[in-house]
């Protein structure tokens, strides 16, 4: 099983809302990772974690919330979003230092 | 700042032929260096990577090409189909191989 997966697939919300972006896998990586991605754009790194403790912050805006409950889970928590935080969020996952895995992402639009 | 880039943002080739697509970077303490596929819709897909104590890997139909001297890594196409449209980015480890830049990718188009 080589499979990173992300829930929701896409999401709509407002400026005021609390919603959370899921990511899965099985593969007994112990590194996990969030990225942005705007259209036409490449991915840019927001967070890693590594053995369940954040190790990387790219100086991403408080209002993005990562949580890591366990290997195999990573969660990024959003509140109060600008319409500019609309992106492609892709979650990836590694062995150590090897290869990243990436998930299909989750569409997210802010109104 | 240190930055991964790429010569031609867009590759049209006829299916068939074999494409070519090239990445330029200048961080020379760069170690690890990885080819990605993005389909439209979809997250990046590994394709190929190569460390630095090598100068070519070859993989089913794709090659990479890693020339140290002039910071220079492309990504060979063998053969190329109407499902290798698609973009592609070529990445770099920066800081560990944990943190990964991409570049601003090469968006190949496979006339039929």
């Known amino acids: 099983d080589t499979e990173v997966t992300q829930t929701p697939k896409h999401l709509v919300m407002g400026m005021t809302n609390k919603k959370s972006l899921k990511c899965e896998q099985h593969?007994?990586?112990?590194?996990m990772y969030w990225y942005k991605q705007k259209a036409k754009k490449p991915p840019e790194l927001m967070f890693v974690?590594?053995?369940?403790?954040?190790?990387i912050n790219e100086s991403v805006p408080s209002r993005f919330s990562p949580e890591c409950p366990n290997s195999s889970l990573l969660n990024l928590h959003l509140h109060a979003l600008q319409p500019e935080d609309s992106a492609l969020y892709l979650c990836?996952?590694?062995?150590?230092?090897?290869?990243?895995?990436f998930g299909p992402g989750t569409r997210l639009t802010v109104l | 700042g240190e930055s991964v880039g790429l010569h031609l943002p867009t590759l049209s080739v006829q299916e068939g032929d074999n494409s070519i697509i090239n990445c330029a970077y200048s961080?020379?303490?760069?170690?690890?260096f990885i080819w990605y596929k993005q389909e439209s819709g979809k997250g990046p897909q590994f394709i190929i990577d190569i460390r630095s104590n090598m100068d070519k890997r070859q993989g089913q139909r794709v090659t990479v090409l890693l020339n140290k001297t002039v910071k220079h890594l492309s990504l060979q196409i063998a053969a190329t189909q109407p499902g290798d449209s698609a973009v592609y980015f070529c990445a770099e480890n920066s800081g560990g191989y944990q943190k990964v830049t991409f570049g601003i990718g090469t968006k190949l188009q496979v006339i039929p």
């Open positions: 593969m007994g990586h112990r590194a």
């Open positions: 961080n020379s303490a760069s170690d690890y």
């Open positions: 990836a996952s590694s062995q150590a230092e090897d290869t990243q895995y």
């Open positions: 974690y590594s053995y369940e403790k954040l190790s």
